[in-house]
């Protein structure tokens, strides 16, 4: 993490990121899932590969991952549903993703272990140091903890993004060097790169937050609207001195690119609370 008031530019943050030794990685849905919004075998694997590379590296790897209630679509072939359906079918599809997730890292000869949160869980002291003391325990054995938000018990982790928040929130709680977010996406932009062939990627965010912030506003929709939550988390993550990342999850080796320092996504440069 950065020191305290000190401000660094995109390159040195993104060698803070290649440096660091403790990373949460946050993959969303649609990251994971088809156009049919059912699990995809072949994106989950990529996934896995690109967290092997981290490992690789000599980072300790904490992934947060959304998915289960796609997972549970594919799984019993139910394609509409209401938010107590959503609820129901997250709970089918959370075993099959961590199946999914198992045998994917058994390829690495890796264990993992499941956490479900809600916001509340973090925001309880108790709950919160029984977490943490759970998550050291795991590295520590070298078991790659991933967490998912418990949607049989919550209803606004449903909702789009509040994922993004959690991860973040996960991040600064367990201080993580940096926070990686990886979406369809692949950055933040100009305008919709989904709608505007003449979107452009912004490199670096820091000082130009707010400028960021109102142009995310402006160009995101009811579809894209989760852009938004994921600057809002990588910007909390960066207030606390952690550096944050979003960058597009079907990119080639993208974690050991991010691994090596190379200028992949947007980076949001440590700030410790300054704007």
Same mark, same amino acid.
């Given at each position: 993490?950065?020191?305290?008031?000190?401000?660094?530019?995109?390159?040195?943050?993104?060698?803070? *990121?290649?440096?660091?030794?403790?990373?949460?990685?946050?993959?969303?849905?649609?990251?994971?899932?088809?156009?049919?919004?059912?699990?995809?075998?072949?994106?989950?694997?990529?996934?896995?590969?690109?967290?092997?590379?981290?490992?690789?590296?000599?980072?300790?790897?904490?992934?947060?991952?959304?998915?289960?209630?796609?997972?549970?679509?594919?799984?019993?072939?139910?394609?509409?549903?209401?938010?107590?359906?959503?609820? *129901?079918?997250?709970?089918?599809?959370?075993?099959?993703?961590?199946?999914?997730?198992?045998?994917?890292?058994?390829?690495?000869?890796?264990?993992?272990?499941?956490?479900?949160?809600?916001?509340?869980?973090?925001?309880?002291?108790?709950?919160?140091?029984?977490?943490?003391?759970?998550?050291?325990?795991?590295?520590?054995?070298?078991?790659?903890?991933?967490?998912?938000?418990?949607?049989?018990?919550?209803?606004?982790?449903?909702?789009?993004?509040?994922?993004?928040?959690?991860?973040?929130?996960?991040?600064?709680?367990?201080?993580?060097?940096?926070?990686?977010?990886?979406?369809?996406?692949?950055?933040?932009?100009?305008?919709?790169?989904?709608?505007?062939?003449?979107?452009?990627?912004?490199?670096?965010?820091?000082?130009?937050?707010?400028?960021?912030?109102?142009?995310?506003?402006?160009?995101?929709?009811?579809?894209?609207?989760?852009?938004?939550?994921?600057?809002?988390?990588?910007?909390?993550?960066?207030?606390?001195?952690?550096?944050?990342?979003?960058?597009?999850?079907?990119?080639?080796?993208?974690?050991?690119?991010?691994?090596?320092?190379?200028?992949?996504?947007?980076?949001?440069?440590?700030?410790?609370?300054?704007?």
């Amino acid at each position: 993490m950065s020191e305290a008031g000190e401000l660094v530019d995109g390159e040195t943050a993104r060698r803070m *990121a290649a440096d660091a030794d403790r990373v949460v990685v946050k993959v969303g849905t649609n990251s994971l899932t088809d156009e049919d919004s059912r699990l995809d075998d072949d994106k989950l694997d990529k996934l896995v590969d690109d967290v092997a590379d981290l490992h690789d590296a000599g980072m300790e790897v904490i992934l947060v991952s959304s998915g289960s209630i796609g997972a549970g679509k594919g799984r019993i072939g139910y394609t509409d549903e209401n938010v107590e359906e959503s609820q *129901a079918l997250s709970t089918v599809g959370q075993s099959l993703l961590m199946r999914r997730y198992t045998e994917s890292f058994e390829r690495y000869d890796r264990k993992i272990a499941q956490l479900l949160l809600t916001q509340m869980d973090l925001n309880d002291a108790d709950r919160f140091a029984n977490f943490t003391n759970t998550i050291e325990t795991l590295l520590e054995w070298g078991v790659v903890p991933i967490i998912n938000e418990n949607d049989a018990v919550s209803t606004k982790e449903i909702r789009i993004g509040d994922n993004d928040m959690l991860s973040s929130s996960v991040a600064i709680g367990i201080d993580a060097d940096a926070l990686i977010t990886l979406t369809d996406v692949g950055g933040v932009y100009t305008a919709n790169p989904k709608r505007d062939p003449d979107a452009e990627l912004i490199g670096v965010v820091g000082e130009n937050y707010t400028d960021v912030q109102s142009m995310v506003n402006g160009t995101a929709t009811a579809k894209f609207g989760g852009i938004q939550t994921k600057v809002a988390g990588s910007r909390s993550a960066a207030e606390h001195g952690t550096v944050a990342i979003i960058a597009h999850s079907g990119e080639p080796d993208v974690l050991a690119k991010i691994a090596e320092g190379n200028r992949v996504g947007t980076v949001f440069v440590p700030t410790d609370g300054e704007t």
